[in-house]
Structure formats: C-alpha cells, structure tokens
C-alpha cells in the first residue's frame, strides 16, 4: 500500500477487502469544544478504518486531536462538546446508541488503556476486586469464578506473582506492573478494539519493550484490533502496521509503516520523523550500529558464568571505564567517592538503602547521563548532589565542600545550593500556579540577594533571551505556556545564579518528540555557552547519546558500567547495559525488527 496524503477528507478505507469488513470505520468524524462561547475544533472531518488483528497507529503532537477524536468514540468527552459523523463497530452506528447501550459496548467490546494508571485505576480497591468487578459488570458469573479468571489474566500478562497482584493495591505496584493489571482490566471481556493511549509513555525502555511484547502477543491470540495513540516514534515502528499521522485536527497523511518511515510524502511527517533522536546518531554521519555492537556483545556465552564472576568482570569494566576517560586540569564539580545514601526511617517503616558503593566524577564543561531502570538510584544520586537526601556513608563533594556531614537546614548547604541548579520532570508541577513565570524565574536571584529592582528585570529578560521565550511572557502565568514552554522556563530559573552545576532529572521524558528535539537543542547551547556541568538523569538512551560526553550506567543501587559515550554504545561490557541498549526501539520497523530478535537473544541468554 502507497503512502497517500489527506487533506481531511479523503477515505483512508478504500482499500479494504470486501471478504472481511472493518472492526471499526470512522467516517468524517470532527469534534468540537464549546469555549468562551464559540465552538474550538479539536478534530475535523477524520476518516480511517481498523481491521481485526491490526494496529494503527494515530501518532501526532500534543494537540493535534489524536485523544480527544478517540475518546469520541466511546462518548467520554466533557458535557462541553459535540461529535458529529459517522463511527461504525462491526458495522453499528456507535454515536446514535442510548446511554445504557453504549455502558454495554464500554469495556465489553471495546476497551481502552490509558496512558496513566495510577490515575485510571482506583486508589482505594486491591486490582483483583477492579477486575472482578468489570467481569460480573458484564458477564453473570459467580465471584469464585470471576477471580478464577482475573487471576488467569493477570497471568496472561506476566505478572510475576499474580496472586500477589491480585490482593495488592495500585501504589503497591511498580509502574510497569500497573500497566499490565490495567491491560489485563481492559482485556477482561474479550474486547473487539483496544484504545492504547500513550499506553508505555511514563515507563522505562526495558519494561516499554515487555509491555509492547505483552501487546503483540495478546493481538496474536485474541485477534483484536488496536488503536495506538502516541507520539513516540520507536513504539510505533514496533507494533503498528498502519499510521495515521495528525496535525491541527487533521488527519495529513496515512500508510503502512515501511511507507510512512522510508518515504513519507508530507511535510510534517518528514520533520517530525525527522525530530526523533536515534540512539547512536553522534557517532558519525551513518551513526554508530548499535545493533551490530549489541551483536558482537552476545557471542560471550554469559550461561556458564557464575554470579561471583560476573560481579568480579563488573568491577573489571568499572576500573577500565574510569581509567580510560581523560581527567581535565580542573578540580571536579561534583564527586562521589564510595557514597551510599538512604531514605530515611520513618515510623514503622525501616531506612532504605537505595544507592551503595556509588563513585563518580563530574568535571567543568562535562555532561554525563545518568541512566538506569526506575529504582535503579539515579534521581537517589540526583537528588542528594543538591543536598536533598542525607548521605550514610562515603563523601559527596559539591563544587569542593563535602556535604555529607550536613543538615537540610544548615547554612553551609545552603552556600553551597546557589552554585547548583536543577531542572525538574514535570514543569508543570515544579512552577508555582500562582506566580507570572518572570516572578518564578526572578525569585531565586532575590532570595539570593544577586539582583534587586532593575537590574532583577534585565537579568530575567536576559534568562528569557537565552532560553528563546519572548519577554512579554514574563508576565504570562504557568498554565498559559505549553509544556515546551514551562520546560523552557524551569531551565531559565535554573540557570539564574549562574550554577557550576546543573542536574537534570528526565527533563524531556513528558515533551512530544518536537518540542524534545528543540528542548535539547536549547539545552546543548546554553551548556555550551554558560560552560557549566551536568548531571543529566534519564530513562531514555537516546537522548543522552544526544547530550553526553560520558554515560554511567545504574542498576539496583549500584553503578555497574561507566565510560565514554562511545565506549558504552559501541562495546557495552555489562550484560545490564546490553540488555537496557537492545530495549531501546528504533524509528524504522526493519531495523526495529532486528533488534527485537537480538533483544530476545539477550535475554535468553542472560536466564
């Protein structure tokens, strides 16, 4: 199938063979919002179909109407909008049914996985009674059998204990397991169409590949069709089979997945493929292979190794790694010398030892990514560089001063806090709501005693020109800016007493693929402008490829692999790091295919 480009209008199902008809057709579906008394399009005139076992992929930025056109679909839009069209399930009008109808059609054949489960889940039920619940919501059968089978769906996911899950609340899970007891929800009724949306966003690259493994294997067995909403590029070429890529509301351009990758015909989607950070792309103008690196990797048989041997080669990869990097003349920012550090106790709950034995360097002018599965210490070590979290052992130096020794309140500290920035995950959590972001940005500086009256205002209007926002937003409030906006202004409040240091924690991780291009791109010229160094701590391997001169690579509290950029991607020692690089998925479905089956030698070989 050709890749062909649609102003809105055209019909993206004429192609469809007549033996077997569409799971679901959408035909000129548009979808308004009543604001400030005018109708505010969100979608227009959408037209695509999905068939049974299929996955397409509607993938976009924020914005472009991808969620609220598929929301549409099940009628979960707020009271102030209008859907108009055509939706049609196994060849039924969807939007003409009766509300007690569409309850029916609600979980039983179609389901929907959303993008935070945390939230989607509810906080004061264990997952088994969720699960039950919509099973006898739907189907008459007896409580007794009801658990038989959510506990065999819990297992059909992969949970690792699922009787454990079953009785566990949601914040007793991990974010990959949540995941899957909220997979295993939506799948309790045998659903005709699933709605993924954004379903492995907020997860780390090793569980992103299991659950995107979960989602094809499940697409196999219950034949169902899917709708994968995302802005993730990499996803995309691994599961779907069809794109729908949407921009404004409309939907410019649809394909099979070789088509849209290897020749899109829009605009849009050539940048926005365009945007997509490659894991390796620095290491030349073909970039490094790191498929080929990941390959060469697997020919050490690691079966007959016992775990003594494996943890003395760690240590023998460490010591050359650190050996092997080039130390500036300059005395380090920041240095970790066999540190470990603990959450502290409280009430019934013990002290928890969350990094241990951890040695690091950080020199001036230097960016090191910092990066490891959720748990692995890396936001641990972040968060105690800026005198967050006590230290329990070892010496952590900060620009010279050791601040082991030190409490949260002491002064010494907070001396050493004004020559250390941090930028935070979430931008829109980190602003206060009821500041203009120029009071957001000025603040630190005052409290600081750096700059007062007019000199604060050219100091903030300079920060604003550094991070490329006009100065008329300096009166503008957080909720008025796009993410990429609020990203941009905790950035230039870090940046406003001049630190030596900036940590960054998974700054881009929320962004869409775009607006984390231009992030990055800002952050590469500011960090070579200001001269300062990073500690930059992340989940996504690509974007360190991007942004550091040298990786260190966490896992369970412990630093397992460190060196240079090249010398991690191109022949990454530790079984842990070769398992972590081969979860990453690449923006090209054959390649991505190649990696999956490495991925799956990898493993193999590691149980």
Same mark, same amino acid.
């Given at each position: 199938m050709s890749t062909q480009v649609i102003g809105g209008t055209g019909d993206a199902g004429a192609d469809q063979p007549a033996s077997q008809g569409p799971v679901l057709e959408v035909r000129?579906?548009?979808?308004?919002?009543?604001?400030?008394?005018?109708?505010?399009?969100?979608?227009?005139?959408?037209?695509?179909?999905?068939?049974?076992g299929e996955v397409l992929a509607i993938v976009g930025e924020s914005?472009?109407?991808?969620?609220?056109?598929?929301? %549409?679909?099940?009628?979960?839009?707020?009271?102030?909008?209008? &859907?108009?069209?055509?939706?049609?399930?196994?060849?039924?009008? &969807?939007?003409?049914?009766?509300?007690?109808?569409?309850?029916?059609?609600?979980?039983?054949?179609?389901?929907?996985?959303?993008? /935070?489960?945390?939230?989607?889940?509810?906080?004061?039920?264990?997952?088994?009674?969720?699960i039950v619940e919509t099973l006898r919501l739907h189907n008459e059968i007896s409580p007794d059998e009801a658990k038989q089978r959510a506990l065999r769906l819990l297992q059909m996911v992969e949970l690792p204990d699922?009787?454990?899950?079953?009785?566990?609340?949601?914040?007793?899970? %991990?974010?990959?397991?949540?995941?899957?007891?909220?997979?295993?929800?939506?799948?309790?009724?045998?659903?005709?169409?699933?709605?993924?949306? /954004?379903?492995?966003?907020?997860?780390?690259?090793?569980?992103q590949a299991e659950i995107l493994d979960l989602m094809r294997n499940l697409r196999s067995q219950l034949n169902s069709a899917i709708v994968l909403i995302t802005h993730d590029m990499g996803v995309v070429a691994d599961l779907a089979d069809r794109i729908a890529v949407m921009r404004k509301g409309r939907i410019v351009e649809t394909g099979t997945a070789d088509a849209i990758f290897n020749n899109p015909q829009h605009e849009y989607t050539r940048a926005l493929l365009a945007a997509v950070p490659h894991l390796g792309q620095r290491g030349g103008n073909d970039g490094v292979d790191i498929t080929a690196a990941l390959a060469a990797a697997t020919h050490t048989e690691l079966q007959s190794i016992d775990p003594?041997?494996?943890?003395?080669?760690?240590? /023998?990869?460490?010591?050359?790694?650190?050996?092997?990097?080039?130390?500036?003349?300059?005395?380090?920012?920041?240095?970790?010398?066999?540190?470990?550090?603990?959450?502290?106790?409280?009430?019934?709950v013990p002290a928890f030892r969350a990094v241990e034995g951890a040695n690091l360097t950080v020199y001036p002018g230097q960016v090191i990514g910092l990066v490891g599965e959720s748990g692995s210490g890396k936001t641990t070590i972040g968060r105690a560089a800026v005198g967050l979290l006590p230290v329990a052992a070892g010496s952590l130096r900060v620009v010279g001063t050791d601040i082991s020794g030190f409490r949260p309140s002491s002064k010494e500290l907070g001396a050493v806090r004004r020559h250390v920035g941090m930028v935070f995950q979430d931008p829109s959590s980190s602003l206060n709501p009821r500041l203009p972001i120029g009071e957001s940005i000025g603040e630190p500086m005052f409290l600081a005693g750096e700059a007062k009256g007019n000199d604060l205002q050219k100091r903030i209007e300079t920060l604003l020109d550094q991070v490329e926002l006009p100065r008329s937003y300096r009166n503008r409030y957080p909720h008025e800016l796009s993410g990429g906006q609020k990203q941009r202004v905790g950035i230039a409040r870090a940046l406003s007493l001049r630190p030596k240091l900036m940590v960054a924690d998974e700054p881009t991780s929320?962004?869409?693929?775009?607006?984390?291009?231009?992030?990055?791109?800002?952050?590469?010229?500011?960090?070579?402008?200001?001269?300062?160094?990073?500690?930059?701590?992340?989940?996504?391997?690509?974007?360190?490829?991007?942004?550091?001169?040298?990786?260190? &690579?966490?896992?369970?509290?412990r630093i397992v692999e460190q060196g240079s950029r090249d010398q991690i991607l191109r022949s990454p020692q530790d079984p842990y790091t070769q398992r972590l690089l081969a979860a990453v998925p690449l923006p090209d479905p054959a390649k991505q295919r190649e990696r999956r089956e490495l991925r799956a030698k990898l493993l193999a070989t590691s149980d």
């Open positions: 000129n579906l548009s979808v308004d919002f009543g604001v400030d008394k005018q109708w505010v399009p969100a979608a227009i005139d959408l037209t695509y179909h999905v068939n049974a914005g472009s109407g991808k969620s609220a056109s598929s929301m %549409s679909l099940l009628g979960l839009l707020p009271s102030n909008s209008r &859907v108009s069209g055509e939706v049609l399930l196994n060849g039924k009008s &969807v939007l003409t049914m009766s509300p007690a109808r569409m309850r029916q059609i609600r979980g039983n054949d179609v389901a929907v996985i959303f993008q /935070e489960p945390m939230t989607a889940l509810n906080p004061v039920y264990t997952v088994g009674f969720q699922p009787d454990k899950a079953f009785r566990s609340y949601p914040h007793q899970l %991990s974010g990959g397991q949540r995941q899957r007891a909220m997979i295993a929800q939506s799948l309790s009724c045998d659903p005709k169409l699933l709605i993924a949306d /954004e379903p492995t966003t907020a997860l780390d690259v090793t569980v003594a041997e494996l943890e003395r080669r760690e240590h /023998e990869v460490l010591a050359r790694a650190t050996s092997a990097v080039t130390r500036p003349d300059a005395d380090p920012v920041l240095e970790l010398d066999d540190v470990a550090i603990e959450y502290p106790k409280q009430g019934r929320a962004l869409d693929v775009s607006v984390q291009a231009k992030v990055l791109e800002l952050f590469q010229n500011l960090q070579r402008e200001l001269g300062f160094a990073c500690l930059f701590v992340t989940h996504d391997l690509a974007v360190v490829d991007v942004l550091a001169d040298y990786i260190c &690579v966490m896992k369970r509290g």
